[in-house]
DNA sequence: TTGTAGGCGTTATCAG
DNA sequence: CTGATAACGCCTACAA
């Protein structure tokens, strides 16, 4: 039996508003008897028992972080490292943090008034209803992504100017049939990815070819290396190729490996996010880098925020993307 | 303004209390009645508040996963394996799952009655209070490493069998100068893996050399490299490293790699727990597989039971471990 | 400066 | 079968 504010009270022979008075640090009450309360809290290893606070607070003092369904996901560093960021900058606050990984777990999460804001991290568009989400009526941060017409302040990287320095600086290698490697389309992550490419290569004079292109419904295990050697099989003539994530560029190294393709000697790969993993991977990873932990601390900071009822200057908070060249870039071949 | 039970109540035009009853799906409440009421919870949306009812009923519903400070652990995808069987399990129940970070939030987290019992993931001894730990009297469970002398059921790896098997399998291979490269002693895990690897090359008729055992206090970036790139240099006679975990691995692949030893022709390099992310390096990473994901299932599955009141059968649930031959391993050059 | 009492949304006990 | 009503632990007017 946990003790209560009651038990502090008697003990301190005061009554329970007085001790509820010193525990939220407010005026109207006599230094001697505080102190004589405070002493008793100690004694007693007293602590207020947040869901009763909460029910007459009307505050949970938990944030929820939801990340879609699907078990990949936590093994992504792009996730972790984002999550990283949210860890560091909740640290920082009094919340405590939710997390939900299925949709029955993130609709008890929300719909019980169990938490006072969400971060939706890197939302797909067919898994959320909207409506639903507006119903919540609650602050929510979309984080990674973003959901299309949605009115929830969003968190992510420059897709479309990442896409464009790495499909650039193939180009400018020397490459001029370059490959996309791409996540499903149903996140505008990999619809802003396949875009931007799409302009790159009009504005650097390159046709465009379907061909190039491959969709991957997600990166869930064994499986990928094989679709993606024949992928490597059927482009030949390809010598560079741009990956959505960093964990794709790795699936596309195995798989290149697998084939007998040499990286960076027979194909050049870039991967995006640039997570920490990918320096420690043989050869190093080019990729494009954006401040993941920066922004998994902005969601937490800008979603603490709405919960003060402050504005917010504005709904979209992009991070920049540079690319780095590391080992699996070089100039191409004349064949493979 | 969420609706509430009085609310349905009061359109429903019963009392409270037959809400409730049918909300528990407790007798005595009139089939038309009861019918009347679902409708109306229904149409109003309601929900019940989750916080509301811990206050009576005395659980709050929720369960917490503590990891240990220190941000190298969500990149750590031993950590999230686990994390992720954790999650598939506590799908299966009605918790929702609080996680901690630091130490500033596992104590708001675990004092405040916030949870109904904890998983404390690979802890350090010497950061929880076992006095502490006791003293919060809720259900805990210990997984990925054991806290030494607690009280607490712990689920874990077979790591001294992993160590034997990876030490073996080198020597098998014709390795005699084998390096362990070992986390900070401070977690049993890596205790456990030095005895292991001690007695194994007893066994085997090896010398134990102190110059081949290499621990590091985590695996933080860059420095790691550095470091290990030096130990591999100050010991060019040795034909094959074990490692504690993959993610070490990786650190000493990389770290090979730019000390110009190639591997396994120069260098053969055994992890620990076969991470799904191994057998995408290049090369895949010979290791010792558990069940990562079935850890973390189990540390739930008898976590919930605790909390069902229910009597465990044992109080350490070991995982058995087994050698996977990949491409880290060859036979052993007369010279580096 | 202090204490009393009402209420937050639920469940549970006890009458009717 | 149904409905008051008293908790649960805490906060907060309002009184004293």
Known sequence: MAVSIKDVALKAGVSIASVSRVLSGKPGVGAKTAERIRQVIDELGYRPN?????????????IAV????????????????ILDGIAKEIDQTEFNLLMSFTSVQQQRLLETQAVDGAILFSPRNEELSMDWLKSLAIPIIVVGSYLEDSPFPCVRPDDEEGVRQSVTALFNKGHRTIGLVNGPMSSMHSVRYYKGYESTLKYLGIPFSKELVFELDEFDG???VEVVSEFLKG???????????????????????????????????????????????????????????????????????????????????IFPMHYVDRGTTGTPKMKR
């Open 235 to 317: 482009n030949q003539h390809m010598t560079g190729v741009v990956c959505s994530s960093d964990f794709l560029a790795m699936g596309v190294m195995k798989a290149a490996d697998n084939a007998n393709v040499s990286i960076p000697h027979d194909l050049s790969v870039v991967g995006a996010d640039d997570v920490p993993i990918s320096s420690f991977l043989t050869p190093s990873l080019s990729s494009v880098h954006v401040d993941l932990i920066g922004m998994g601390r902005k969601a937490v900071s800008i979603l603490t925020q709405l919960l003060e009822e402050k504005e917010l200057e504005k709904k979209e908070y």
């Open 66 to 81: 939801v990340v879609p369904r699907g078990s990949y996901i936590l093994n992504n560093p792009f996730f972790s490292t």
């Open 222 to 224: 064994g499986k990928v």
């Open 50 to 62: 947040l869901g009763a606070r909460g029910l007459v607070k009307r505050k949970t003092g938990n």
